[in-house]
């Protein structure tokens, strides 16, 4: 992989000496007989039986709130470290479920668990590295997959993950929590309401110091996987939820984006102070920035930052031409004066403020809930939780769309385009911040549905 991704960026390199414009990038054709999974709905699932890959802080988790979805049947449970399996089982045990299928005890135990005729979806909670091979394996036995983030990282991966999941015609899924928080869930709902005007730039993050949270990955593999790779490594936090705003392979694209990194000062030194090796060969800078151009002129800016003290911040900032939304410091909305008079809003529910914030901002957004968040579902996921709720909401629609036959709300491309970030990054890093194409990954459909939307059973 390695040896194929340095070749790669070579011969990217000779071809931006050799043109003007974007470095280009590789839109492999379509294997033959294949056809796009856009809208894929398959055969709906009366009960889906889960089993569950890594068991480690998002898997175990994972487990308990599964105990709290309706129509689930936790059939199979794996991780490498055999105590890990038997943890979850203690789990079911003390929620009144009877014990799964349990693998474990070396790299490769995930296979018999995707040959496990009991199972229905693998939930994939591994390290990075192995995301991909364990999603390409279940697919290829007849399983549906959902893949914690980020779900790939080089392009190479991305298209393995959409070949695979057109040959098959199964459910491919990124895992991304953020799509559920609640400000994101309204936020969405008033563009959507056009509240916003037209949303023409956008932007996310991840900030979030690591620092004391490192030697919790077995084997330190998320600081080696920041030593040996450079660019965004984990773009989808803050990437995924205004792509959902912008309609990405829904009537536009991602075209072209361009990205900065500083130098690695503080990486070196997280490597070091744990007495792993090499601390000095440390790839991934301490902050990098990355802006997107879309097919329709839209912006969007991502930062990734898990090596400085900076405070917790996944940015969130919707820009329209009427208005904007903001989650962090502090969350707020914005309107023009004119815009609260025109009657596109409520404005009499603004008390002629053109700042929202606090318990008014509460009261907004309540008034423009996300058709997906009732009542009892909210109380729910406060409930069992899961980063506030956000992790049960991505759960309970998942195995809600699998058991009513219904389209997901994120599908491969989406997961292709949110996280081929990372090596797209990189190469223009390499470069010196050169522009780079973003390939559509659905192959000249992205028009094909208009706008993004959620499936409910009739």
């Known amino acids: ?12 390199a ?3 000496c050799s043109q003007k414009g974007p470095i280009k990038t590789e839109i492999p054709p379509r294997p033959a007989g294949q056809t796009d999974v856009l809208g894929l709905v398959t055969p709906a699932l009366e009960t889906v039986r889960v089993g569950f890959v890594g068991l480690g802080m998002r898997g175990g988790d994972a487990v308990v709130r599964y105990t709290y979805v309706p129509g689930v049947k936790i059939t199979a449970l794996c991780d490498v470290v055999p105590e890990r399996v038997e943890e979850s089982q203690k789990d079911l045990a003390g929620r009144g479920f009877p014990a799964a299928a349990g693998y474990s005890g070396d790299l490769e135990a995930y296979k018999k668990l995707c040959e496990d005729p009991n199972v229905d979806l693998v939930y994939i909670c591994t390290d990075w590295v192995h995301h991909v091979p364990v999603a390409l394996y279940a697919m290829e036995h007849g399983k549906h997959v959902a893949i914690e983030v980020p779900s790939a990282y080089s392009l190479e991966e991305c298209w393995a993950l959409v070949n695979m999941a057109e040959k098959t015609r199964l459910h491919c899924m990124i895992l991304e929590n953020c799509c559920y928080d609640f400000f994101e869930l309204s936020a969405l709902q008033m563009a959507q309401e056009g509240l916003f005007g037209e949303v023409v730039h956008a932007e ?14 077995w084997n330190n593999w998320r600081l080696d996987f920041n030593q040996k790779h450079r660019g965004d490594v984990y773009p989808t936090h803050g990437f995924g939820p205004v792509c959902q705003v912008l ?15 500083t130098k690695a000062f503080n990486g070196p030194k997280h490597v070091a102070a744990r007495g792993l090796a090499n601390p000095e060969q440390f790839a991934n800078g301490d902050v990098s920035t990355t802006m997107i151009k879309t097919e329709n002129g839209k912006t969007i800016l991502i930062e990734h930052d898990v090596m400085t003290p900076r405070p917790y911040n996944r940015m969130y900032q919707l820009v329209g031409t009427d208005g904007y939304a903001g989650k962090y410091p502090v969350g707020q909305l914005c309107f023009r004066e004119e815009a609260m ?19 008014e901002l509460q009261a907004f957004m309540e008034q423009h809930r996300s058709p997906i968040l009732t009542p009892e579902l909210e109380a729910l996921a406060k409930q069992v939780g899961g980063h506030g709720g956000m992790d049960f909401i991505m759960d309970y629609r998942l195995i809600y769309c699998l058991r009513n036959g219904l389209p997901l ?19 223009s890093m390499e470069h010196d911040g050169a522009p780079v194409e973003v390939p559509d990954f659905t192959r ?11 499936a409910f059973a009739k």
């Not at 992989?1 to 990217?12: E, N, Q, R």
């Not at 996310?204 to 990955?217: E, F, I, S, T, V």
């Not at 459909?445 to 959620?454: A, D, E, L, T, V």
């Open 409 to 427: 709300d994120m599908d491969v491309y989406d997961l292709a385009e949110w996280c081929c970030i990372g090596e797209l990054s990189a190469i």
């Open 341 to 359: 008079e025109g009657g596109s809003i409520d404005y009499q529910n603004l008390q002629g403020e053109k700042i929202i914030m606090g318990e």
């Open 247 to 261: 309609n990405i392979h829904r009537g536009d694209r991602l075209k072209t984006l361009v990205a900065l990194d």
């Open 1 to 12: 992989m390695k040896k194929i991704l340095s070749l790669f960026v070579a011969a990217l």
């Open 204 to 217: 996310g993050a991840y900030c979030h110091n690591l620092d004391p949270y490192w030697d919790a990955y």
């Open 14 to 16: 000779l071809a931006a």
């Open 444 to 454: 000249g459909q992205w028009k094909k549905i208009n706008g993004f939307s959620y």
